[in-house]
């Protein structure tokens, strides 16, 4: 038998009619005079076709009777390469690969403001004239001791930023007063055991997560900020449980710097309501209205909103009837007609 005869007796192929689901066909040698490790070596990409391994490996053969050394396993490993890079064509071409959902990033640079913004800030203004909301007398700048160094009190406005998620103002004003009264400063907190902060603050929402919060933050406010706060948005989302939102409302309350707008949920949620924004969480939010919102009005808006949304602009029974943009919202528009899910609103009562 030559040595060609022999060349293609070892490397003529079969493929087996069982296949299991997700796998490739078993590969069967027609014969086992070869070795295992040659038949290893010799084993073909199954994507090509036999003629093609003929000629791959002629090709590498020859390369290695040309040259020797490095030289030749270079030409091999090219080889191998070109074939690789074939197969993987042909893969994505016979196979393609299930279709993923693109990710849309929203961006809200040089938004235009939406249709009679203004007017709906001045029935806002009509509606808020009395200040009677619960954020008016509980809100977290009216949590602090008075006549007291300027860092405590700036600690103290940090402390009710971090107790207010998740809670109503009513709750945050007690837990805070609890606290005052037993003696809120970062060195008389960082003494207090977990046990009994957690007595002092309960019911807050979460309030077991928020004693290791306010224990890690008071450390480290001790041991970088000399007993203080961080002066800066980004330092201030740096510490335990802090995040934008409250970052910005304590620029704002503590330093008196207004570097952005607080969206809370309900700023969140009228926003969207109103039609000032289409978004889906609160940071987006945030970014929605600083796009088109004149600066000058970002340290009225949280505010402003907050009290709107605990008095008429409910999250379950919106008082749309007596809220003066119910003509010009659009959800109050549909709420009022009984176009939205759920609504038990008719209209005439």
Same mark, same amino acid.
Request: proline residues 5%.
């Given at each position: 038998?030559?040595?060609?005869?022999?060349? +293609?007796?070892?490397?003529?192929?079969?493929?087996?009619?069982?296949?299991?689901?997700?796998?490739?066909?078993?590969?069967?040698? +027609?014969?086992?005079?070869?070795?295992?490790?040659?038949?290893?070596?010799?084993?073909?990409?199954?994507?090509?076709?036999?003629?093609?391994?003929?000629?791959?490996?002629?090709?590498?053969?020859?390369?290695?009777?040309?040259?020797?050394?490095?030289?030749?396993?270079?030409?091999?490993?090219?080889?191998?390469?070109?074939?690789?890079?074939?197969?993987?064509?042909?893969?994505?071409?016979?196979?393609?690969?299930?279709?993923?959902?693109?990710?849309?990033?929203?961006?809200?640079?040089?938004?235009?403001?939406?249709?009679?913004?203004?007017?709906?800030?001045?029935?806002?203004?009509?509606?808020?004239?009395?200040?009677?909301?619960?954020?008016?007398?509980?809100?977290?700048?009216?949590?602090?001791?008075?006549?007291?160094?300027?860092?405590?009190?700036?600690?103290?406005?940090?402390?009710?930023?971090?107790?207010?998620?998740?809670?109503?103002?009513?709750?945050?004003?007690?837990?805070?007063?609890?606290?005052?009264?037993?003696?809120?400063?970062?060195?008389?907190?960082?003494?207090?055991?977990?046990?009994?902060?957690?007595?002092?603050?309960?019911?807050?929402?979460?309030?077991?997560?928020?004693?290791?919060?306010?224990?890690?933050?008071?450390?480290?406010?001790? +041991?970088?900020?000399?007993?203080?706060?961080?002066?800066?948005?980004?330092?201030?989302?740096?510490?335990?449980?802090?995040?934008?939102?409250?970052?910005?409302?304590?620029?704002?309350?503590?330093?008196?710097?207004?570097?952005?707008?607080?969206?809370?949920?309900?700023?969140?949620?009228?926003?969207?309501?109103?039609?000032?924004?289409?978004?889906?969480?609160?940071?987006?939010?945030?970014?929605?209205?600083?796009?088109?919102?004149?600066?000058?009005?970002?340290?009225?808006?949280?505010?402003?909103?907050?009290?709107?949304?605990?008095?008429?602009?409910?999250?379950?029974?919106?008082?749309?009837?007596?809220?003066?943009?119910?003509?010009?919202?659009?959800?109050?528009?549909?709420?009022?007609?009984?176009?939205?899910?759920?609504?038990?609103?008719?209209?005439?009562?």
């Amino acid at each position: 038998m030559t040595a060609n005869n022999k060349w +293609e007796e070892t490397s003529t192929i079969k493929y087996s009619t069982r296949s299991r689901k997700g796998h490739y066909p078993n590969i069967i040698p +027609e014969t086992n005079k070869s070795s295992p490790l040659e038949l290893f070596k010799k084993k073909p990409k199954l994507q090509l076709s036999g003629n093609a391994i003929l000629e791959s490996n002629k090709e590498t053969e020859g390369a290695v009777k040309e040259g020797n050394g490095n030289d030749s396993m270079l030409k091999i490993n090219q080889n191998i390469q070109d074939n690789k890079d074939e197969t993987t064509i042909k893969e994505e071409k016979l196979s393609p690969s299930p279709s993923k959902r693109r990710h849309i990033k929203i961006e809200y640079d040089n938004t235009d403001p939406p249709n009679r913004w203004s007017e709906i800030l001045g029935n806002l203004r009509e509606m808020r004239k009395n200040s009677d909301a619960p954020v008016d007398t509980m809100g977290c700048d009216k949590c602090h001791d008075e006549g007291v160094a300027p860092n405590v009190i700036r600690y103290q406005l940090l402390l009710s930023l971090m107790l207010s998620s998740q809670t109503r103002d009513q709750v945050t004003h007690a837990a805070m007063q609890r606290l005052r009264d037993h003696g809120c400063n970062v060195e008389n907190i960082l003494a207090t055991s977990d046990q009994k902060l957690g007595e002092l603050i309960y019911p807050v929402g979460f309030w077991k997560s928020k004693v290791k919060y306010i224990k890690k933050s008071t450390q480290i406010l001790i +041991e970088e900020y000399e007993s203080d706060i961080p002066d800066t948005v980004e330092k201030l989302c740096k510490l335990p449980g802090v995040g934008p939102k409250m970052a910005h409302l304590c620029m704002k309350t503590a330093w008196g710097q207004v570097t952005g707008i607080g969206v809370d949920t309900h700023v969140h949620r009228i926003s969207n309501r109103l039609g000032w924004a289409n978004t889906k969480s609160p940071e987006e939010t945030r970014k929605a209205l600083e796009s088109w919102l004149p600066h000058e009005l970002w340290s009225e808006v949280n505010h402003l909103l907050v009290g709107f949304g605990q008095q008429i602009c409910q999250p379950l029974r919106p008082q749309c009837a007596t809220c003066l943009n119910h003509e010009i919202c659009p959800y109050g528009v549909k709420y009022i007609n009984g176009e939205l899910k759920g609504t038990k609103f008719k209209k005439g009562k």
